[in-house]
């Protein structure tokens, strides 16, 4: 059945090997607060990263569900892969909605079998979360080409992508001064630059309080040549390929579900190492815990099924709901474990931060909020 998790055989690519060498990443990249190579070696060759990808191109031709519930199992084992993990799958999407048939060709199949794991460098400095008031320009050479010049901020799997989908300003009206969709504005134009491009550079000196494996960092363009070929949709409409992100399903909820699922998994062991777990005061509290978690995972679901009669508002909710239930799940483990959960060697703390994360990251929960409340105003 396309589409069905069962369909890419994790049960196979997920072994309790496989699961407990991403758990240590985890804790060993919280650490450090770099990328674990090994770990993503093994993320390329699990073969999750073709879930997106049509059959045609070597892809397991998954549908929104089945993102989200790769994205959530592996965010339940390791964050900051499932983050990485998700801007390859959208990188992977946009391709396929709006990619000529040669970048198709060329580029599916690498994405498929891992030997190119993609990113989205869309955010600026400055810029806003609605990417509105972008600084980056491409402008057009007498031969066709585009010379691209801007920083981006907070690229996840910057370093470690050999793809980056970047958001450049090239015509139309002055930046901030077009109002139509509420993300991204007119003028604005997408463009899939390689890793080996000699004019991007990328920099991972933000240290950030969560996620800290996931190599979110800065992407530099300077005198960037890439050619039109390169250029993916529509001239000065990214935007339009922006409002369709997400009536795709796929969410960033999956992440908080999974990060909630880890935090109540880490609880019930500790009560059970304790003997407690038949304590009554805990056994209500666990079940409270794990009802939340249920009702993240329904909107999760709902939103990868796209059967709300309004696919785009159900993944927006979604990801209100989940990264909301996250941080409460996160933060009442927390308290739950006492004086053990107060120690940094407690993963509910990285767990914590982990969830903080999801709320900020595109579109942020206040731009989700907007976009919400901006329908109602049709
Ligand atoms: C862990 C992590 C990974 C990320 N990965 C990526 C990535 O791979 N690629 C990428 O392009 N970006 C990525 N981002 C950036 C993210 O997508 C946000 O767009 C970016 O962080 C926005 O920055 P800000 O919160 O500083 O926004 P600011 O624009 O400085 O906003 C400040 C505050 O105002 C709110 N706000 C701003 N504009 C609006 C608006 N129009 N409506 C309502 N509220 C608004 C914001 O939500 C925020 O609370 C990542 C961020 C994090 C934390």
């Known amino acids: 059945m396309p589409g069905d998790v069962s369909d890419i055989g994790m049960s196979d690519d997920l072994s309790p090997g496989l699961e407990k060498r991403l758990r240590q990443s985890a804790e060993d990249t919280a650490g450090t607060g770099r990328p674990d190579q090994d770990c993503l070696t093994e993320l390329r060759t699990s073969g999750l990263l073709a879930t997106a990808v049509p059959r045609e191109y070597g892809g397991v031709g998954g549908d929104a569900s089945a993102v989200n519930r790769v994205v959530e199992r592996l965010a ?10 998700f801007q390859h799958f959208a990188v992977t999407s946009r391709i396929v909605e709006w990619g000529t048939t040669e970048q198709k060709s060329a580029l599916l199949p690498r994405l498929a079998d891992g030997v190119y794991l993609a990113a989205s460098a869309w955010s ?20 066709g080409t585009w010379v691209l010049n801007g920083a981006k901020s907070f690229t996840t799997s910057a370093s470690v992508a050999d793809l980056y989908l970047v958001l450049v300003r090239t015509d139309g009206p002055a930046p901030g001064t077009d109002t139509d969709t509420g993300y991204g504005a007119a003028g604005q134009t997408f463009f899939l630059v390689p890793a080996g491009n000699p004019g991007l550079a990328t920099d991972l000196s933000l240290d950030l309080v969560g996620m800290r494996g996931s190599a979110t960092g800065f992407v530099s363009l300077r005198q960037c040549v890439v050619h039109d070929t390169d250029r993916l949709g529509p001239q000065g409409r990214a935007a339009q390929i922006i409002a369709g992100v997400r009536e795709s399903g796929a969410t960033l909820g999956a992440v908080a579900l ?22 009554p005061v805990v056994r209500d509290r ?13 909107v999760v679901e709902r939103a990868g099924r796209r059967s709300a009669p309004d696919p785009g508002t159900a993944t927006l909710h979604s990801k209100l709901h989940a990264s909301a239930v996250a941080e409460r799940v996160c933060l ?28 900020l990251m595109g579109p942020t929960n206040e731009l989700c909020r907007e976009l919400l409340a901006a329908a109602w105003q049709g």
């Open 76 to 85: 339940c084992l390791n964050p900051s892969l499932a983050i990485m993990a």
């Open 124 to 143: 600026e400095l400055g810029a806003g979360a609605a990417k509105r008031l972008l600084s980056s320009t491409a402008d057009r050479r007498p031969d």
């Open 258 to 279: 999974g990060v909630a699922q880890a935090a109540l998994e880490l609880l019930v062991d500790h009560f059970r190492r304790g003997g407690q777990l038949d304590r």
């Open 286 to 298: 666990l079940v409270g815990l794990a009802t939340e978690v249920e009702s993240a995972r329904a």
């Open 332 to 359: 009442e483990v927390a308290g739950m474990l006492g004086s053990t959960g107060y120690n940094t060697g407690s993963a509910v703390n990285r767990l914590l931060a982990d969830a903080r994360a999801v709320a």
